[in-house]
């Protein structure tokens, strides 16, 4: 695995006992659940946020009731401090380490009394979160943008950043990020290779963030909510800028933040309007017969220039929930839709909008949504692909993740009848699924349930793919028939109500087959252009083992392991 953004031609011998061929890759084995584990103490703990670093490691934040959730020695802050009264209970904002396997800790510790919306990690391991809700007597780190909160007159408290060190032994700094209100509730976080801090959320019109002189739009009318983005220092001293994205009269929702290499802001979400901002190369410029409609968008390094944009729905109602941008500046965008007529292109895995029956009790459209993936090149004007992804039945989206070759991954909460089992594991229904697609959005190389019986759905969870392609899904659960691993970190739910999670999806590049005796190569192929990161995936498809690789970087050997690699036939 290359982390440096440079294109190489590869090659990879695998070295088998029985054979010997050209691949891309070095090990693959079936799909299977690497670790599950709960995580909380006696009382109410809800995961909100979550990440993986670069090295494989899960990192997760939220806010516990419970006065003997694990905290580890060194931690910063091994008690919670008590703000609130015992009329709103103490919501203390915990961050936790995880080993590689789920069964330890590398460190847990709390921060504050708050709730942490989002987590993300620069390369050296550091974790910044933000959040919403501290109370007055929060203090931030000297120098930083404010350092104390005075909204007192609002129980939402004030919005927060703050960042810890690598070790969780230490805050490195804490800001308030508007002294006087609470501008938004879901803050999303994201870092450009600076450790320059982008935040973006549906900022409530009434009592916004404020915005910067240099800003694409100042200011918008105090109708409802619109995007806000702001960009931070990376010593959180300074407010590089904040900027609206939304119309000047807006009503709209955000699903998420990516930063590209190029340093820009994408953020994805649902606008009510129906004169969201889009730029000239934009795909779709109108809303259709007045529904509500996903929207992405692209902002400038310096929060001037709307740099793309474009809506994306049907004549019945789209939502945005997932966002991601790879490598090439293609951006990924899924969610739920009611639209018989979604764009989708040739050759989609699923073109056709799944017909079914009443949603549920109450509901005012007769077809439940299917789920919807779609792929955009950097200037948002056509469609790469956009496929349907759906079956009769109740199903329902809640996250998504692209690997570094390109795979798109979804996960959600499974029906009778979906999803479809391929390379499954668990083909009984569980109370989540996760699949994965082709690069081209064609097919599907994986997808199974996982989890306990279906009651109980899971809520707040996340679907994050680290760069071995590898699935993790942390969230919050109320269920006790979580299946644990062996060894896990907490194998039942101590929790008597809501209760963390996490599970880790080893899932191979590609699957092998036992009918012929060689080996499988995964594409793309011996020789072909690559940009770093990217994912090796291949290995013997018969029960002979693999004695040895060798790597070739633009025709020059650069690594050999002699060890011998056990293979797992298909």
Sequence with gaps: MSSRPTTYLVSLVLLCLAASSFANAATATR???????????????EVTASTVDSKGYLYLAGYTWADDFPTTAGAFLRTPRTVCTDSCRSHATFVVKL???????IYSTFINEAAPTDIAVDPAGNAYLTGSRVEDDYAGTTGTLHTKCSNGANPGGCNWLAKLNSTGSAIVFSTI????????????????????????DAAYTFSPC??????????????AT???????????????????????DPYDSIANLVVDRNDHAIVAGTTLRPYFPVTQSAFQKTRRNGSQTAFISKISSDGST??????????NPTESYGLEVDHDLNVYVAGLTYSYDFPTTPGAYQRQHEPRGNCGEGSSI???????????????????????????????FFAFGIDPVGHAYIAGWPNNVFPLKVNAFQTELGNMFVSKFSTKADRLLFSSNLG??????????????????????????WSKDLDTTPGALQPSKLSPSTAGFAVKVDIPPCTLSSTIPSITICSPASGTPVKSPFLFGAGATNDRDISGMVLYVDGVKKYTIETQVTSTPG
């Design 366 to 396: 007769l077809d439940c949504p299917d789920m919807f993936i779609t792929k955009l090149p950097p200037n948002f004007g056509s469609l790469l692909y956009s496929t349907y992804y759906g079956t009769p039945g109740d199903e329902s």
């Design 177 to 200: 990020i508007n002294e006087t209100t609470q501008c938004w509730y879901n803050a999303k976080i994201g870092l450009n290779p600076k450790n320059e801090i982008y935040l973006a």
């Design 210 to 223: 404020p915005t910067t002189v240099n800003a694409f739009r100042k200011s918008v009318s105090s109708a």
């Design 31 to 45: 799909p299977r659940v690497d670790f599950s584990t709960y995580l909380s103490g006696n009382d109410y703990t």
């Design 226 to 248: 619109a995007v806000q983005v702001m960009k931070f220092s990376a010593d959180g001293k300074s407010l590089l800028f904040s900027t609206f994205v939304s119309s000047p």
């Design 99 to 105: 080993n590689r396997h789920g069964n330890g800790l």
């Design 306 to 315: 709307l740099l793309a944009s474009t809506l994306l729905g049907g004549s």
């Design 452 to 477: 306990g019986p279906y009651s109980y759905d899971p809520f707040s969870f996340r679907l994050i793919v680290d760069l071995a392609g590898n699935a993790y899904l942390p969230g919050s659960t």
